[in-house]
């Protein structure tokens, strides 16, 4: 106790940090959060769209399983826009909400997708569906997902429209 009495008396400071220090820590920490904010902005818009991929891809799922265990048709409507919404006959958990995620396709709008009571996709054409999904005027990958004739098989991927094909799955 002495000892620190003794210090303080000729005017030396025994801890804490002098102002350039802190100065140097709050620019260092400026420039790091300057560098990571638009990684975590970017990672937060994919993370959206590949949320709402897993929202299509499981309301398709979700439509085959119940007209295989039902025995029966079920549909769904894949509508092209923002804020749009699936609906269908056999979505027992219902309708989704895809957000500020833009979904296209190629078919007339909206697409109706009816799977029989085998879980078959049967498409007045013989070109499967592809669907993608993205965020008006940004940047981050889009999603897609491809949708077969005949038995209903779905695959999931990184659309690139001038790639053959234009779903590049996973």
Known sequence: MHCEGAARQQGQDTGGFTLPEVIAVVVILGVLAALGVPSLLSLWDQYKVDQALAQVHGALRETQAIAISKGKSCTISIPKGIHQTLVGSCLVTGDR???????????PSPWVVTFNYKGQNRSPSNDPGTLWLSLPNDTVQPRCLTLSVGIGLMRTGNYDPLATPQCQTD
């Open 97 to 107: 909400n895809l957000g500020e995620v833009e979904i296209d396709h190629l078919r």
